[in-house]
């Protein structure tokens, strides 16, 4: 009797160490912008912040897990593929904060028209021109 | 660095108002890495390029960090133990395509070109070289190319325990939607 607990003891562990390791490794999601939102600031302030401080807006801004809620004006919507981008207006003639949305997004963002106000959740990648989001969604 | 690479590619677009100067701020680069036991790929929709129709000259950057994975913990190993993000945070490519006046930019059709130039990694340059197919519709350039690429050679260190379920060899598709600068 006390083999026979102390087996299922065992196996109970390693059940529950497989199904941990499945869902932390073998399909591991992506957190949920919305969720995990740590700083809110608006679209020129983030611009200018990678624009004249990209070291220590990349520290900042792209960490891992952490996302970042941005408003601020459409300054124009491209498509790629099945993906909307948002390129919100940073008040710089040299780039723009760009968006690139959850594809779940897309009929919200068909919605949206250039000079539109807007709040979106996304994770920072960092600088190219624009300041670069991705895995984005529209937010209150 | 990066910033540096945003002002050479204005630069680069702007010293050429009076050529035909093509853009992106949408590219893709796919990867794809097959081995028995694993199959890995990303995707980086956010590539930003620069063509020019007269001279050939081309070149693209993007950020890693903006490398989209389906699975959270293969972007984690890659951002943190691969590609080291944070220390190397783009890819850049400087090149031509040599043969630029195959393509016809003003009429519509589908043409191949080799292009050459020096692909950075992680701060490691090489020389890459390939075929690239352009289509032109309506005004736009879609170019499309297909190269391979050895992390090794880019100082891409896999640890023993995950050497196995990482190809040798690395698919990289390239795709650049091109529109025609004001």
């Not at chain 1, 124009?76 to 710089?92: A, C, H, V």
């Given at each position: 009797m006390k083999k026979t607990i102390i087996w299922l003891f065992i196996i109970g562990i390693i059940a529950a160490g497989i199904v941990i390791f499945y869902f932390k490794v073998i399909a591991a999601k992506h957190k949920d912008p919305a969720d995990a939102v740590k700083i809110s600031l608006t679209a020129p302030e983030l611009y200018r912040m990678f624009s004249n401080f990209e070291d220590s807006a990349n520290k900042m801004y792209t960490v891992r897990d952490m996302a970042i809620k941005v408003s601020g004006r459409v300054q124009?919507?491209?498509?790629?593929?099945?993906?909307?981008?948002?390129?919100?207006?940073?008040?710089?003639m040299m780039g723009a904060v760009a968006c690139e949305m959850d594809s779940l997004e897309n009929s919200s963002v068909k919605m949206l028209k250039e000079q539109d106000s807007t709040n979106i959740v996304g994770f920072c990648t960092g600088y190219l021109m624009d300041v670069q989001l991705f895995r984005c969604k529209l937010a209150k | 660095m990066l910033k540096s690479f945003a002002f050479a590619l204005i630069a680069f677009t702007g010293l050429a108002l009076s050529a035909q100067q093509y853009m992106t701020k949408t590219g893709t680069i796919k990867f794809f890495s097959h081995t028995t036991l694993e199959d890995i790929k990303a995707e980086n929709r956010k590539v930003v390029s620069a063509l020019d129709s007269k001279t050939g000259a081309m070149e693209f950057a993007c950020l890693i960090k903006g490398f989209d994975f389906t699975n959270d913990a293969m972007e984690l190993h890659f951002n943190e133990s691969y590609l080291e993000s944070a220390k190397y945070p783009k890819a850049s490519f400087k090149g031509t395509v040599t043969d630029i006046a195959k393509v016809d930019f003003t009429k519509d059709g589908t043409y191949t070109s080799a292009y050459t130039g020096k692909l950075t990694i992680k701060n490691v340059t090489k020389d890459v070289t390939g075929t690239a197919t352009f289509v032109v519709k309506d005004g736009k350039v879609t170019s499309t190319s297909k190269i391979k690429i050895k992390p090794k050679d880019y100082n891409i260190s896999i640890p023993a325990t995950a050497t196995a379920k990482i190809a040798e060899e690395i698919d990289v598709d390239i795709i650049m939607d091109y529109t025609k600068k004001a």
């Open positions: 124009s919507i491209e498509q790629n593929g099945s993906r909307y981008t948002i390129f919100l207006n940073s008040n710089d | -």
